[in-house]
């Protein structure tokens, strides 16, 4: 702050609950699907509505505001000093059955700090930035976080444009398509630091009656699909010795994922997600399945080696049914640390406006785990009501919204007014 009065000022300064959760209301209204959700897929034409809405937001605060070659949006309000921003956000784009929270509650929570600063009428000596990254659910275009890790500069933009979706379309031309294939450069600038304020979408929170989560990293994720061919054929006339059946191969994979992931223990987890057969008919062996196969650990070599055991598994499977297999690489990111003076910064901050607070790892991916690369970064966590994301019953309740996005301005500030002696 510029003076003692400011410093004053931002002691007890909190954000409007009500103006958050209306618009947290007003974009999960686009892309409604009648049951508390949202669709919005990364690039439809209601990922563009949610874009647009939000930028309107970001313009009516008299943010900078640029959009990057994959569409990632950044807006930014000046600090008294130039140099790299302190930056907060997360992503707009949910999966085909998701809630109103899942990323929206970061980016709308950060620019609902600015919004708190602006009028309030202190200044930073840092400049501030909200962002929302392209693609981060990956539901669309593989891999997920896909926009903010180009932006680190973990995948060239050109690669990125090329990427064809499950609908068919290529990445760059849904882009243009929509209106959002901007002009800055990727890699992105390097923040100053990142934090990112995020619902759980797990139970540990909620059950240990804990309000906020001081994140300490991020899972690895491995995510393959495996395709299976043998032979079609008559569901009745086919002795069992005979078949090579596709079908009962992804089941055994579905069987076997599990049996690793209990085996392993700790953090280990393991799904099948999906599933597709062909011809797909009651009375018809299937001749052709694929699956996909997602496995996740905190632990880099515990991971490698459940990556190892499923090879095997498919392996055996696949032989002794006579199949065939092929394997493709998803995605694959290894676990991240966050800094840790970044999760001290959350913990101190979350203490000091009277909340409880848990350190603990996120299970899910996020934007945050791809800033890491470039800048001292870390995540808030609030509780998700039953644990339940990805999904339209997906719900934080408001004094928890509340308190997370207070944690963050006070972050923020904080971190945007620190001297660089120290950092």
């Known amino acids: 702050m510029s003076d003692a009065r400011g410093v004053h000022s931002v002691r007890d300064l909190t954000i409007d609950a009500a103006r958050l959760g209306s618009r947290l209301a007003e974009l999960g209204a686009i892309g409604a699907t009648g049951d508390g959700g949202c669709a919005r897929l990364a690039l439809t034409d209601e990922d563009r509505a949610g874009r647009d809405l939000v930028v309107t937001w970001m313009h009516d605060l008299g943010l900078d505001v640029r959009v990057d070659g994959i569409g990632n949006v950044v807006a930014t309000r000046p600090g008294t000093e130039p140099g ?100 800055t450069p990727c890699p992105g600038q390097a923040p100053y630091a990142y934090v990112e304020l995020h619902i759980e979408q797990g139970p540990v929170l909620e059950r240990h009656g804990e309000v906020i989560g001081a994140v300490t990293g991020v899972q690895g994720i491995s995510w393959q699909e495996l395709t299976f061919e ?44 999906k599933i597709g057969l062909r011809p797909d008919l009651v009375n018809v062996v299937a001749g052709h399945a694929a699956c996909t196969v997602d496995l996740r650990n905190t632990d880099e070599a515990v991971l490698q080696e459940a990556e190892a055991l499923l090879a095997d598994e498919v392996s055996c499977i696949a032989a002794a049914e006579g199949l065939s297999v ?15 003076r970044i999760v001290d910064l959350v913990e101190s901050t979350a203490r000091e406006h009277g909340h409880s607070v848990r350190r603990l790892p996120s299970g899910a991916g996020h934007d945050a785990q791809m800033l890491a690369r470039m800048c001292p970064s870390g995540m808030i966590f609030v509780p998700s009501v039953g644990g339940v994301s990805h999904n339209p019953a997906e719900r934080t309740l408001p004094e928890h919204v509340e308190a997370g996005a207070n944690v963050l301005l006070h972050m923020l500030v904080r971190l945007a007014d620190e001297d660089l002696v120290g950092r």
């Not at 079908?247 to 953090?267: K, M």
């Not at 092929?326 to 840790?340: G, N, T």
């Open 84 to 183: 790299p921003p302190v930056m907060c956000g997360s992503h707009i784009d949910t999966v085909a059955t998701g809630g109103i929270f899942d990323g929206n509650l970061g980016v709308l929570s950060g620019l609902e700090v600015l919004e708190t600063l602006e009028r309030a009428g202190v200044a930073t000596r840092r400049p501030l930035a909200v962002a929302f990254f392209t693609d981060e659910e990956g539901s669309r275009f593989s891999p997920d976080m896909l926009g903010s890790l180009v932006y680190a500069g973990g995948m060239g933009v050109e690669g990125a444009h090329d990427i064809v979706g499950i609908d068919g379309r290529r990445l760059g031309d849904e882009l243009a398509r929509i209106g959002y294939l901007g002009s």
């Open 230 to 273: 043998g032979q079609f054929n008559h569901a009745g006339t086919t002795p069992m010795a005979y078949r090579h059946d596709a079908g009962f191969a992804v089941a055994a994979v579905a069987v076997a994922a599990r049996r690793i992931a209990a085996e392993l223990g700790g953090h280990q987890v393991a799904t099948v997600g």
């Open 326 to 340: 092929a394997r493709r690489e998803l995605a694959r990111f290894a676990p991240v640390e966050f800094d840790q």
